[in-house]
């Protein structure tokens, strides 16, 4: 089974600076069609988990353009450009790759300074 | 707009069986593009995807909880239904139903709010 590994697991911002979310699987997550099954969800405060970016670098619809997602194979990173009070949660790495399989990173805890 | 609601007993006895259904509202559990799944989160802890299902009634299991889960679909009633035999108090969790894609792309498109369910006596 593929293993998912993000860091750091607390990530502190001040507003307004950047961040980035590191996300390592322990199988490449590229696939035949040239598509890297990897997406990133935000669960904030009280709400259920919501997609931000799918395979790799493809922003949900509605997501602010501050979010970027890039990596390829087995490397992935999720960056936040200006960080927002708003952007408090708990983010997550999912691999999508293993036939009918999700596996979810530990989430990383995003906290404003 | 699509929209899921679980639903079931939030305290189950260790050992018993835990049953939870998802309700879909606003669109047809018979999509061709779209699986229903359910998805854990233990206290403190992370995110699991247990399983998932289509609408025609294949299923799909996350390989450590294979021997105790079941999911079913009725899409007469636009539901679908999980079953977790055997439970502990390592079960207790909030549960979430969603529904994903699966094919170029391959995601949770919508989540229910979710249900705290305790494994206790």
């Known amino acids: 089974d593929i293993v998912m590994t993000q860091s750091p697991l607390s990530l502190p911002v001040t507003p307004g600076e950047p961040a980035s979310i590191s996300c390592r699987s322990s199988q490449s997550l590229l696939h035949s069609n040239g598509y890297n099954y990897l997406d990133w969800y935000v669960q904030k405060p009280g709400q259920s988990p919501q997609l931000l970016i799918h395979v790799g670098s493809t922003r949900a619809p509605g997501v602010p353009d501050r979010f970027s997602g890039s990596g390829s194979g087995t490397d992935f990173t999720l960056t936040i450009s200006k960080v927002e009070a708003e952007d408090v949660g708990v983010y997550y790495c999912v691999q999508a790759l293993q036939t009918l399989m999700f596996t979810f990173g530990q989430g990383t805890k995003l906290e404003i300074k | 707009q699509l929209q899921l609601q679980e639903s079931g007993p939030g305290l189950v006895k260790p050992s018993e069986t835990l049953s939870l259904t998802c309700t879909v509202s606003g669109g047809s559990i018979s999509r061709s593009d779209s699986y229903w799944g359910w998805i854990r989160q233990s206290p403190g802890k992370g995110l699991e995807w247990m399983g998932s299902i289509y609408y025609l009634g294949s299923t799909y299991y996350t390989p450590s909880l294979k021997s105790r889960v079941t999911i079913s679909v009725d899409t007469s009633k636009n539901q679908f239904s999980l079953n977790l035999l055997s439970v502990t108090a390592a079960d207790t969790a909030v549960y979430y139903c969603?529904?994903?894609?699966?094919?170029?792309?391959?995601?949770?498109?919508?989540w229910g709010q979710g249900t705290r369910v305790a494994v206790s006596s």
């Open positions: 969603a529904r994903h894609l699966w094919g170029y792309y391959r995601y949770f498109a919508q």
